[in-house]
T-cell receptor
Framework: DAKTTQPTSMDCAEGRAANLPCNHSTISGNEYVYWYRQIHSQGPQYIIH???NNETNEMASLIITEDRKSSTLILPHATLRDTAVYYCIVRVSILGGTSYGKLTFGQGTILTVHP | GAVVSQHPSRVICKSGTSVKIECRSLDFQATTMFWYRQFPKQSLMLMATSNEGSKATYEQGVEKDKFLINHASLTLSTLTVTSAHPEDSSFYIC??????????????FGAGSRLTVL
């Protein structure tokens, strides 16, 4: 799996956009970028994923650079409930096989949203 | 949406006893479920892959005789920590991928079960 690098922590004011970066300079052509988050003492929650095009859903937007070596997760209007650890994970997307479902969670970025 | 339920959410037990944690997919069937473990201030680590109707696949370094996994139906996997010791105290989280969903690594996680062994 491609290694990812994320800042240890970030702060964001409530109501403002939170932009969480992730570097994955060794990403392969068939690897996707996934974002999960974990609110304190809960299980992780899937946010969004993409291959090379920018993606948007009801939770967030994912911007992937043209060379795919980095990406940014954008929470457009952060709320206090978005305070969590955010994980950027790079994986191939193949059902079955030995790597299926084996998500490697790094240390992630601790996002603190303050009033 | 897909929901994974874990029970119990918290359990305290004495050293040497066994503890069973249940993981249920409430509104979908899951032929495969995944068990993760998270120690305080650390990230999640995959312990094992639970396969319906067959033996679980354990990650390197995880004792299969200590962490018994049973996946008897398409909606239920159980993790039994046998002869638990204080070092087994951890946050255990299960996950599953809903059938028919397009993302191979889009998993739904349970809320986790916090085990404290005295």
């Amino acid at each position: 799996d491609a290694k990812t690098t994320q800042p240890t922590s970030m702060d964001c004011a409530e109501g403002r956009a939170a932009n969480l970066p992730c570097n994955h300079s060794t990403i392969s052509g068939n690897e996707y970028v996934y974002w999960y988050r974990q609110i304190h003492s809960q299980g992780p929650q899937y946010i969004i994923h993409g291959l090379k095009n920018n993606e948007t859903n009801e939770m967030a937007s994912l911007i992937i650079t043209e060379d795919r070596k980095s990406s940014t997760l954008i929470l457009p209007h952060a709320t206090l409930r978005d305070t969590a650890v955010y994980y950027c994970i790079v994986r191939v997307s193949i059902l079955g096989g030995t790597s299926y479902g084996k998500l490697t969670f790094g240390q992630g970025t601790i996002l603190t949203v303050h009033p | 949406g897909a929901v994974v339920s874990q029970h119990p959410s918290r359990v305290i037990c004495k050293s040497g006893t066994s503890v069973k944690i249940e993981c249920r997919s409430l509104d979908f069937q899951a032929t495969t479920m995944f068990w993760y473990r998270q120690f305080p201030k650390q990230s999640l680590m995959l312990m094992a892959t639970s396969n319906e109707g067959s033996k679980a696949t354990y990650e390197q370094g995880v004792e299969k005789d200590k962490f018994l996994i049973n996946h008897a139906s398409l909606t239920l996997s159980t993790l039994t920590v046998t002869s638990a010791h204080p070092e087994d105290s951890s946050f255990y989280i299960c996950s599953a991928r809903p059938r028919g969903f397009s993302g191979a690594n889009v998993l739904t996680f349970g809320a986790g079960s916090r085990l404290t062994v005295l």
